[in-house]
């Protein structure tokens, strides 16, 4: 393994391209290279603004490390710093890297200490840290029960949490709405949320839920048919159409969404 430190490369994560840079070859042991990326990425991807982080860096002369260099560290909402490590990249370039673990920390400390910054930028750094989470978790669960974990168990992993996330953001959009519509009490929302799965798989939401953990069954069920990634976004799909067709009458957009949304899918469990 020829990796070099500064070495600039772009690792692309969940259906996300990170511009990333080579902090040590050896920095998690023997060929294991630490990596870290920059401001501009935590923005694009974490939700933290640029400006904010560079107000957070600050200075000390030495530090008991160097009498003669300033380090430079970012001051977290907590009180608590982390080191910026401050390197030429292989493109003769300066930057000012945070190892990757260490804006998870970030991002952790921010949320811990609410205020600070806004509530959108709160709720991306949620997003960011759900998002780690969840595959790396997979990555280690997969590779203790099958011994391996393969390209193809990646991408299918990738496609269930990209179908949350996505779903995530749809439903917020169609519980506002419902909302706009008069509904308050939590039961409204369920009831169209029945009302949806049971025009798109012939089951509440709960039976749903509980056919989908089922390996094998009756084709008579949507499990034989859709897995879990498609029926949601089958579901996120339809109640984006309720909000697009609505024109007055609640239970006619319902009704013409599902009809969409089967058609779209090939949910004919007839």
Request: aromatic share 14%.
């Given at each position: 393994?020829?990796?070099?430190?500064?070495?600039l490369?772009?690792?692309?994560?969940?259906?996300?391209?990170?511009?990333?840079?080579?902090?040590?070859?050896?920095?998690?042991?023997?060929?294991?290279?630490?990596?870290?990326?920059?401001?501009?990425?935590?923005?694009?991807y974490?939700?933290?603004?640029?400006?904010?982080?560079?107000?957070?860096?600050?200075?000390?002369?030495?530090f008991g490390?160097?009498?003669?260099?300033?380090?430079?560290?970012?001051k977290?909402?907590?009180?608590?710093?982390?080191?910026?490590?401050?390197?030429?990249?292989?493109?003769?370039?300066?930057?000012?890297?945070?190892?990757?673990?260490?804006?998870?920390?970030?991002?952790?400390?921010?949320?811990?200490?609410?205020?600070?910054?806004?509530?959108?930028t709160?709720n991306?750094?949620?997003?960011?840290?759900?998002?780690?989470?969840?595959?790396?978790?997979?990555?280690?669960?997969?590779?203790?029960?099958?011994?391996?974990?393969?390209?193809?168990?990646?991408?299918?992993?990738?496609?269930?949490?990209?179908?949350?996330l996505?779903?995530?953001?749809?439903?917020?959009?169609?519980?506002?709405?419902?909302?706009?519509?008069?509904?308050?009490?939590?039961?409204?929302?369920?009831?169209?949320?029945?009302?949806?799965?049971?025009?798109?798989?012939?089951?509440?939401?709960?039976?749903?839920?509980?056919?989908?953990?089922?390996?094998?069954?009756?084709?008579?069920?949507?499990?034989?048919?859709?897995?879990?990634?498609?029926?949601?976004?089958?579901?996120?799909?339809c109640?984006?159409?309720?909000?697009?067709?609505?024109?007055?009458d609640?239970?006619?957009?319902?009704?013409?969404?599902?009809?969409?949304?089967?058609?779209?899918?090939?949910?004919?469990?007839?």
């Amino acid at each position: 393994m020829n990796v070099k430190k500064g070495q600039l490369v772009t690792l692309n994560f969940e259906g996300r391209d990170f511009e990333a840079i080579v902090i040590e070859p050896n920095g998690l042991g023997k060929n294991q290279p630490s990596i870290g990326f920059g401001f501009r990425m935590m923005e694009r991807y974490g939700g933290l603004p640029e400006q904010t982080a560079s107000n957070w860096s600050t200075k000390e002369s030495g530090f008991g490390v160097d009498p003669n260099n300033d380090i430079e560290f970012l001051k977290l909402p907590s009180g608590k710093v982390l080191g910026l490590t401050q390197m030429t990249g292989l493109d003769k370039k300066p930057y000012s890297v945070l190892e990757v673990s260490e804006w998870v920390v970030l991002a952790a400390d921010v949320i811990k200490h609410p205020g600070k910054v806004r509530k959108a930028t709160t709720n991306k750094l949620v997003d960011f840290l759900s998002w780690f989470a969840v595959k790396g978790f997979y990555a280690d669960a997969y590779a203790t029960l099958k011994g391996a974990y393969t390209e193809a168990d990646s991408r299918a992993v990738s496609a269930w949490m990209r179908s949350r996330l996505e779903g995530i953001s749809r439903r917020n959009r169609y519980t506002a709405f419902l909302q706009e519509q008069g509904c308050e009490e939590w039961y409204e929302y369920a009831n169209w949320t029945n009302y949806v799965y049971r025009g798109l798989f012939g089951m509440d939401k709960k039976a749903m839920t509980e056919v989908w953990e089922v390996v094998e069954g009756s084709k008579a069920i949507g499990r034989n048919y859709i897995p879990e990634p498609v029926g949601l976004d089958a579901v996120a799909y339809c109640e984006n159409q309720v909000i697009e067709l609505f024109y007055g009458d609640l239970w006619q957009a319902h009704d013409d969404a599902i009809s969409f949304a089967k058609r779209r899918f090939n949910l004919d469990f007839q």
